[in-house]
């Protein structure tokens, strides 16, 4: 059964302080691993696709990578707006279905 | 703004009821997923349509069932509603089965 684990849980920085969020993945084949924004009470937002180890996507202060067993979020000089929680998810090709599997989150917070 | 729309926003009820949620995917997209996202267990699927036909069920409940409709909206109906079934519901779509899915703003079910 395919599995997602995210951490830390929850992350706390102060402005500028970069870091990264980890999801650790099990799958019996990776279509793609998808990284999301949450705010609270909102739907999540879709910010990148990955699709084979090595490949890295970019959008502003967010970086994300991956490996054959799992992916880096990086945060570079975050600013207070980047607070929420932020989901990683993985598509496999077993079943014939093209469900999301999440795992649990970070929830982020960064402080001014 | 992804383009999936929900509704209602907001349902409160009581248990034994019947409530049903309603679905519009982003225009073009022909992929419907459902899930149900509690506090302590994250972010589940339920049930996926394609193209108006059953395609995948994740952990949904007898209780609960789902439709696509031939202008593709969806409807998840829930039924004999129990105090557990208080979630939020989320619509998301995709253009194809492969790519990434886009989340609508979700219904929050409350059931008293």
């Known amino acids: 059964e395919d599995q997602v684990t995210q951490s830390p849980e929850a992350l706390r920085l102060q402005e500028g302080e970069s870091s990264s969020l980890n999801c650790s993945y099990t799958?019996?084949?990776?279509?793609?691993l998808f990284w999301y924004r949450q705010d609270p009470g909102k739907g999540p937002e879709f910010l990148f696709t990955l699709y084979s180890a090595g490949e890295e996507k970019e959008k502003e202060r967010l970086k994300a990578t991956l490996t054959k067993k799992e992916s880096f979020l990086h945060i570079t000089a975050p600013k207070p707006e980047d607070s929420a929680t932020y989901l990683c998810?993985?598509?496999?090709?077993?079943?014939?279905?093209?469900?999301?599997?999440f795992g649990k989150g970070t929830k982020l917070t960064v402080n001014p | 703004d992804s383009g999936v729309t929900q509704t209602p926003k907001h349902l409160i009820t009581a248990t034994g009821q019947r409530v049903t949620l309603r679905c519009s995917p982003r225009?073009?997209?022909?992929?419907v997923y459902w899930y149900q996202q509690s506090l302590d267990q994250g972010l589940q699927f339920l049930i996926q349509y394609y193209n108006g036909e059953e395609r995948a069920k994740g952990n949904i409940l007898e209780r609960f069932s789902a439709q696509q409709f031939p202008d593709l909206h969806s409807e998840l109906n829930l039924s004999s509603l129990e105090l557990g079934d208080s979630a939020l519901y989320f619509c998301?779509?995709?253009?194809?089965?492969?790519?990434?899915?886009?989340f609508g703003p979700g219904t929050r079910l409350t059931v008293t």
């Open positions: 998301a779509s995709s253009v194809a089965t492969e790519y990434e899915q886009y």
């Open positions: 998810a993985v598509q496999d090709f077993q079943g014939g279905s093209e469900k999301l599997v």
């Open positions: 799958v019996s084949g990776l279509r793609g």
């Open positions: 225009s073009g997209d022909l992929s």
